[in-house]
């Protein structure tokens, strides 16, 4: 679909327009798409900022939630008049001033299992910014039923995850696993935040979704980035590579190891809550902020680090290599392959 551009947009985005590899084509592209983000927190604010800027034609925004004082400094569409109001009303407001070009429809109701799809069925491209793994599977489900791209991101701390999710490609449920985890990380309510970390990390999935609206540049599709913003160390893997790479450990050979020596560490990499729902044993050191913990990790012994299925360890032990460290190997599948788990 081509949708033509007036004489005011041209002039509105023509240092976007500019770019040799997006262009008026690209621009087109934008103006034509309709994304729909869902949640109004610090990462949709950002998110929807810089997507209503850009030029997107059609934003559809979904949350039931309301303002409240303490959202105030992060979620920076909203100030102290807003407080009360639903989150989704008030962004749709501030958005219209921002470009009056984007048409914007506000949607107060939380997105489930149950109208993911009906949500969903008209857009191009779905914006994850939610804080709990229960929506996020829902949209996993419905946008690989609608053969939808959506753009996944996590925040909790100063750590944060990113990548974007395609139908025919790895998926949620493949990363995070139904059943084993409360949260890939804990909600900014239950772990707390800083600030500009959802500003910068919710700036960076609109930055996904207008390339991957525009089709251009390289994705983060099949790939997690991880990023730790106290350090600035950041990591990014290919799902394949991890699940193919050679620093693997077979259950077999952990279980050889175990048996005849004492100089093995093991370190869970999901989060606490999967942890404590079952383990094989050792440390729980989240991925998240795995790339902080290095420097705690013996030397003198092999350290295997585990999780459900062997994505989020295999990223870790990529972590630690790229750090350096050659005696850190993944458990290759995860404990859904191997022992019964410690209660």
């Known amino acids: ?16 327009i500019a770019l040799g590899d997006f262009g008026k084509e690209g621009q087109q592209r934008l103006k034509a798409s309709t994304i729909a983000v869902i949640g109004c927190g610090g990462l949709g604010c950002a998110a929807m900022i810089y997507l209503a800027a850009a030029g997107v034609g059609r934003i559809v925004i979904i949350d039931d939630d309301r303002v409240d004082i303490s959202n105030l400094h992060r979620q920076v ?7 009360g109001q639903h989150k989704c009303h008030s962004a749709s407001e501030k958005l219209a001033l921002q470009n009056p070009f984007v048409s914007i429809d506000a949607v107060a109701q939380a997105l489930t299992a149950d109208n993911a799809l009906s949500l969903l069925q008209d857009v191009d491209l779905a914006v994850d910014a939610t804080d709990n793994a229960e929506a996020r599977y829902a949209i996993s ?36 696993p139904p ?73 077999e050979e952990l279980y050889d190891l175990l048996a005849k020596s004492d100089q093995v560490t093991l370190i869970d ?14 440390v729980c050191i989240p991925l998240a902020t795995f790339s902080q913990k290095l420097q705690e990790l013996p030397t003198d012994k092999t350290v295997v680090v585990y999780c459900q299925t062997g994505i989020r360890s295999g990223a870790a032990a990529r972590i630690a290599l790229h750090a350096g460290w050659h005696n850190v190997r993944s458990l290759q599948g995860g404990i859904g392959t191997c022992l019964s788990p410690n209660p």
């Open 141 to 176: 489900d419905a946008c690989a039923s609608l053969g939808l791209p959506w753009v996944y991101a996590s925040i909790g701390g100063y750590s944060a995850q990113l990548s974007l999710f395609h139908p025919n490609g790895h998926s949620y449920r493949d990363l995070f």
């Open 269 to 282: 990499v999901r989060e606490p809550s999967e942890h404590a729902q079952g383990n094989i044993g050792g």
């Open 1 to 16: 679909m081509v949708a033509n551009l007036i004489d005011e947009e041209l002039q509105r985005y023509r240092q976007q």
């Open 77 to 83: 569409l909203f100030n102290g008049n807003d407080v």
């Open 179 to 251: 059943g084993s985890e409360v949260h890939p990380q804990p909600s900014c309510e239950q772990q707390g935040v800083l600030g500009p970390l959802p500003g910068i990390v919710g700036t960076m999935q609109a930055l996904e979704a207008v390339k991957e609206i525009a089709g251009i540049g390289s994705s983060l599709r099949g790939k997690l980035m991880v990023i730790d913003t106290i350090t600035w160390h950041s990591s990014l893997f290919v799902f394949d590579d991890v699940l193919e790479h050679s620093h693997d450990i077979k259950t």
